[in-house]
């Protein structure tokens, strides 16, 4: 037997030089221990066996792999995701971003929505969970589209997936898109921290060379897809908000900062002037 608290200190030791933040050491126990974070407190002692898991976990986390590629699984929004190299880790600040979509269908009946470069199928499997909306979800990567049918048949969300390169094979018309494309200038690829560099799939990181091109795609089409009234929703990378906005013809729109006050969404309502 060993302390949980000395368990917890030895494990942060472990991943200290990793980018990993400071709650990772409660979900490893957490994950082990099959608990909920509230409940971690409770038990003053853990068996070898036990501790020898964690050891196990925190070893493979020090060679910079994300916690939710080694554990398989992550939150977002309360739901269990399934990550694997093949997806995007969801963060929180796309948790805001669904969040903002969630608020938009709550009230609408028979409202249909795209999640555009869905990934693991987070946003769609949230949408589909938490609103009546009628959910369409589509990525360019085979494996991508794996990963979000299994999440969606785990979590019981009914979603029609589309393989497609941006709006090439989708169809008809929405209440509202959503898309966190991926947004990171080719050229900056090489400076993110070692998890996202080395373990995260490029397809999901390179937004080309200024890190625009799928916004540029998304201006360019969204104003035929979305009803009039309609809301486009799109997560950014810093500093790019704005650039945004200047692009979007036929829309008001407006940014919205994340928990560190980044301006991280734009919400564009289609005006159609
Ligand atoms: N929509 C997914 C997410 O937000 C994947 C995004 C991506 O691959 N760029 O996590």
């Known amino acids: 037997m060993i302390k949980l608290s000395d368990a917890l200190k030895n494990i942060a030791d472990l991943i200290?030089?990793?980018?990993a933040?400071?709650?990772?050491?409660?979900?490893?126990?957490?994950?082990?221990?099959?608990?909920?974070?509230?409940?971690?407190?409770?038990?003053r002692e853990i068996?070898?066996?036990?501790?020898?898991?964690?050891?196990?976990?925190?070893?493979?986390?020090a060679t910079?792999?994300?916690l939710c590629q080694i554990i398989g699984y992550t939150e977002f929004l309360g739901?269990?995701?399934?990550v694997n190299g093949d997806v995007l880790c969801p963060r929180p600040e796309t948790e805001l971003l669904a969040e903002q979509a969630i608020l938009y269908l709550k009230n609408k009946t028979c409202a249909r929505a795209l999640d555009l470069c869905t990934g693991s199928g987070c946003i769609a499997i949230a949408l589909a969970k938490f609103t009546n909306a009628q959910i369409t979800a589509s990525d360019v990567s085979e494996k991508a589209l794996k990963t979000a049918r299994g999440n969606a048949a785990n979590c019981g969300a009914e979603i029609n997936f589309v393989l497609s390169?941006?709006?090439?094979?989708?169809?008809?018309?929405?209440?509202?898109?959503?898309?966190?494309?991926?947004?990171?200038?080719?050229?900056?690829?090489?400076?993110l921290e070692r998890?996202?560099?080395?373990?995260e799939p490029r397809i999901a990181l390179d937004g080309g060379e200024d890190g625009l091109d799928f916004y540029r795609i998304i201006a360019d089409k969204a104003g035929d897809l979305i009803k009039d009234g309609g809301l486009l929703l799109l997560e950014c990378g810093e500093g790019q908000a704005k650039d945004v906005v200047d692009m979007l013809r036929g829309f008001s729109c407006s940014i919205i900062k994340d928990l560190q006050g980044i301006d991280r969404i734009v919400k564009a309502v289609k005006t159609g002037v």
């Open 79 to 82: 739901l269990k995701i399934e």
């Open 64 to 66: 910079g792999r994300p």
């Open 47 to 61: 068996s070898d066996n036990e501790y020898g898991e964690m050891l196990g976990i925190a070893k493979e986390r």
């Open 16 to 19: 200290a030089d990793t980018g």
């Open 195 to 199: 998890e996202v560099r080395d373990f």
């Open 165 to 191: 390169d941006a709006f090439k094979k989708i169809e008809g018309e929405f209440d509202l898109i959503i898309s966190n494309p991926p947004y990171i200038p080719t050229a900056d690829i090489e400076d």
């Open 21 to 43: 933040d400071g709650s990772e050491p409660d979900w490893i126990a957490c994950h082990v221990l099959g608990c909920g974070r509230a409940s971690l407190r409770l038990r």
